[in-house]
């Protein structure tokens, strides 16, 4: 394993990131917990790509613990190393010892934000994005309104056939690549939906920022669902963005008060159960625990023990069977922190497989991420590229016509590679499906 080439002294006078601050937020058992077998490397995206042992969980474990001990600094190699790491924590499915790997590199992430050098930084057009843009589901509609009326005049269209976007900036060239096609202005929800049928529980539905604002139609189809299985479904005001954006981007501060505000907001002794339909929120939920300040912890674990994934919670309550067919041939990829941080396999399968017609095809390295990553994207355009490519691959092998999904950060990617390849495909969340067999559509 390669270490950067720096003297005890050198690493004395600049250890490269805060190490106090990591201390706060880091149990040196996590790092003791890995006993170094390897075997999380076969999960591992980036090292299966790479064949870097840096590159594998137990590679950057051993950067991170020599870093906390003073014994290799934090230099550009170790950066690179730990800024290509995905955060999808399939080592943790894969892991005998049961090392918590988020619970090291995220507080990381954040570290080497804090202290990153100029030329290491996202760059300031990323971070209005990141930190001013997507978290905000008001701003996001509003960037959308010029991008719908462009996309229905066939003006994007037009500008991407005569190369105009090729004199975007990189980052912008890779959001529209990754936009949807827009339906109409996106409908508001009531506050509160009725149950269809003798009422079975009362739920929060969280909206979400960028889910909402770009697929609007996955949120209603979600509180039908819901209505249809006997949910009073509530819409709280003044809910907000989940904090992932802010926090794997390394900007503690504004995730930490995002938290705040949506523990106020979904009071949990209002609710049987707080549904959320994307992976990478309810992850996030469901670390309030850990993120949040020792005096907040039973405020926070109050909180998520209320918070489940609208398949989960689906296959708890007891789904009624829907009666309409929807004869396709779908395949189901599972979005990282569903199936890993969460370990929610089984629920979204259960439900696509009680629709009628529909056949359910295995999608081979399913639970291997597609290379979204939430905003990494963005962020790591090139590895993501490779994943991406790397799961058209084995989508396209299975002769779908559909692929269902439970995160919107893996639906816009995979709806990137399809168009890319003018594939017949269409990419959805599967309580969609789940909606049209209900509805009969």
């Known amino acids: ?169 990189p980052t912008l060239r890779r959001m529209e690549a990754m936009l949807p096609r827009l339906s109409g202005s996106p409908s508001r929800l009531p506050e509160v939906l009725p149950p269809i049928g003798p009422k079975r529980a009362r739920v929060a539905l969280f909206l979400g920022c960028v889910a909402d604002a770009m697929y609007p139609e996955t949120t209603a189809a979600t509180a039908r669902v819901l209505q249809q299985n006997g949910c009073e479904v509530v819409i709280p005001k003044g809910q907000g963005c989940c904090g992932a954006i802010h926090y794997h981007s390394g900007a503690e501060a504004p995730a930490l008060a995002l938290a705040r505000q949506n523990m ?65 041939r779908a395949t189901y990829h599972d979005a990282c922190h569903l199936c890993h941080a969460q370990q929610i396999r089984s629920q979204p399968r259960q439900l696509l497989a009680m629709i009628p017609g529909l056949e359910l095809t295995p999608l081979e390295e399913s639970e291997l991420c597609c290379g979204a990553a939430g905003t990494y994207n963005l962020t790591q355009p090139e590895m993501s590229e490779r994943l991406g490519r790397r799961k058209m691959d084995h989508i396209e092998a299975t ?19 399809i168009k890319e390849r003018g594939a017949p495909i269409e990419v959805v969340h599967p309580v969609e499906l789940l909606d049209r067999a209900y509805r009969g559509e």
Not at 65 to 89: E, I, S, Y
Not at 138 to 146: D, F, T, W, Y
Not at 157 to 166: I, M, T
């Open 264 to 328: 106020k907001t979904f009071n949990p002794d209002d609710f049987d159960a707080i549904v959320v339909n994307a992976a990478g929120c309810g992850a996030m939920f469901k670390d309030y625990a850990h993120i949040l300040s020792a005096a907040e912890h039973d405020q926070a674990t109050r909180f998520v023990a209320k918070v489940k994934d609208v398949s989960e919670f689906l296959v708890a309550l007891g789904p009624i069977p829907p009666t309409h067919a929807v004869p396709i």
């Open 1 to 169: 394993m390669t270490e950067a080439k720096t003297t005890d002294r050198d690493h004395a006078l600049n250890p490269g990131v805060d190490l106090e601050w990591l201390a706060e937020r880091i149990e040196y058992r996590h790092f003791q917990e890995c006993v170094h077998c390897g075997l999380c490397t076969a999960s591992c995206p980036t090292y299966v790509e790479t064949g870097d042992e840096n590159d594998s969980p137990r590679g950057r474990i051993y950067l991170m613990r020599a870093v906390t001990d003073g014994r290799l600094a934090m230099g550009p190699d170790v950066r690179r190393h730990l800024d290509l790491c995905l955060d999808c924590r399939a080592c943790e499915s894969a892991c005998p010892s049961g090392v918590q790997y988020g619970k090291l590199i995220e507080p990381y992430k954040i570290a080497m934000q804090k202290d990153a050098p100029p030329g290491d930084r996202t760059s300031l057009l990323q971070r209005l994005i990141l930190h001013h843009l997507f978290p905000y589901a008001g701003r996001v509609k509003a960037a959308l309104l010029p991008a719908r009326w462009l996309q229905k005049l066939g003006v994007l269209d037009l500008a991407e056939r005569a190369g105009v976007l090729r004199l975007f900036p």
């Open 399 to 417: 002769g779908a016509t559909v692929v269902a999904t439970g995160n919107v950060g893996c639906i816009l990617q995979i709806a990137r590679k």
